[in-house]
Every structure is written in C-alpha cells, then in structure tokens.
C-alpha cells in the first residue's frame, strides 16, 4: 500500500531564517506531488504541483520554492521566511493529474515564523 | 471560473442526530468532487469521491453525498451523528480541462454534543 511521510512535524523558526520541509511517497511511482498551506480558519491552498522529475508548477506568487530531486521527494523550501509564511503545510499525492484521482495527504507540518 | 461555496462555517448536532453538511460548486466543465475530513492538528482524509458515476455516493464512516448537477449541490450527510464526527469537514472540486485545478472550499467545523 502506498503511504505519505513529511517532516518535521512541528517548526518554529525566526524570521529570516531558511526552510525545508521534505516529504515522500513509498509504495508507488511516478506520483504527483503537491505542497499545500491551509492558513488559520481557511481553506486549503495549492502552492505548487510536481508530474516528474525536475518539473515543477507554481500556482501562486510567494516567497516559496519547491524541488523535485527524485521520483518520490518533494521539497518545500524558502532561503528567508516571512511572518506570513506561518501555517499548516500539507503534501499530497496522485497517480495522476486526472480529475477522478483520489488526491491523498501527508499529515502535516506546522510552521510558526516569529 | 470554477469555485466552491461550503454554506455553513459551523454545524452543531447533537449525538444520533442526522448530519448535513452543505456544499454548492460551480464549475464549467465535469468537476470531480471529493469530501475530506480532518481532526486536530492532522492531514486529511477521504471521506468519498463522485466521478461522474452513481450520483449518490457513499463513503467511509456512514457518510454519503449526492451530487445534484442542476442544484450544483453536493451536500454531506450521515444519519446518525457520533462523537469521532467531531472535525473540519472540506469540499472539495478537481478538474482538469483548461488547466489541473483544485478547489478547496473554506470548510465545515462539526460540534457533536452528548
């Protein structure tokens, strides 16, 4: 079965300060990948998609970065964060960017930027 | 444009009460919705899905929703509320004509009293 691991589970970093939040899939191949950011009482927000290797699309304008560096990993990152970057950050994955594909969550990793 | 309107911010219900939770898209092509539920401080979980098949869907935990295209509705519902019901509640439209998209309503926060 497939399954969806991301750390660290809890960050508090100080403003400035760079990031890496990394995330993996096991038990398929060629997934999509997603990084989320859910803000407090809001819904979920779609920040960046992956379908391969090296590619990766951006949905929204951000202080953010994403890298793919092997079939399973995705990398959420920034060289200096802002308070705005605090919130709940989700990877999630796909077989494929099909409309009908059940999209499937990590469980999260909070982000508190002071 | 596509978008998706959860109506109510918070349901209150009492345990062994039915379950409504209200959710109109909009769409202009052959959405995808999907219903997902997250507990505390955790990643989110399917509940169920409708692609274009049996318009009454039914899910995990006793949920199910029927997708109504001339309502444009996708109303959540369970017959009998239970206490681990207690969670945020995302509708949820996937498409991918004109684009990959997915839509996240502002989600659903359901209190069940004893």
């Known amino acids: 079965s497939q399954t969806i691991h991301q750390w660290p589970a809890t960050l508090v970093q100080p403003v400035g300060s760079p990031l890496s939040l990394e995330c993996t899939v096991e038990g398929t191949s060629n997934p999509n990948l997603y990084w989320y950011r859910q803000a407090a009482g809001r819904g979920l927000q779609l920040l960046f998609y992956?379908?391969?290797?090296?590619?990766i699309s951006s949905e929204v304008p951000q202080n953010l970065s994403a890298s793919r560096p092997q079939d399973r990993q995705f990398i959420l990152s920034s060289k200096k964060l802002l308070l705005s970057d605090s919130g709940f950050y989700l990877c999630?994955?796909?077989?494929?960017?099909?409309?009908?594909?059940?999209?499937?969550f990590g469980e999260g990793s909070w982000l508190t930027v002071v | 444009a596509q978008s998706v309107t959860q109506l109510d911010s918070h349901v209150s219900v009492s345990e062994g009460t039915p379950v409504l939770l209200r959710c109109n898209y909009s769409?202009?092509?052959?959405?995808?919705l999907f219903w997902y539920v997250q507990h505390p401080n955790k990643g989110l979980q399917l509940l169920l899905k409708?692609?274009?098949?049996?318009?009454l869907v039914k899910g995990i935990n006793g949920f199910e929703a029927e997708f109504k295209k001339s309502e444009t509705s996708f109303h959540l519902t369970k017959p009998s509320a239970h206490m681990s019901d207690a969670a945020e509640y995302f509708c949820?439209?996937?498409?991918?004509?004109?684009?990959?998209?997915?839509?996240f309503g502002a989600g659903t926060r359901l209190f069940v009293k004893a």
């Open positions: 949820v439209v996937i498409t991918n004509t004109g684009g990959f998209k997915t839509i």
């Open positions: 992956s379908v391969g290797i090296g590619q």
């Open positions: 769409s202009s092509y052959s959405p995808s």
């Open positions: 409708y692609t274009s098949a049996a318009t």
């Open positions: 999630a994955w796909s077989l494929d960017s099909s409309s009908g594909n059940t999209i499937y």
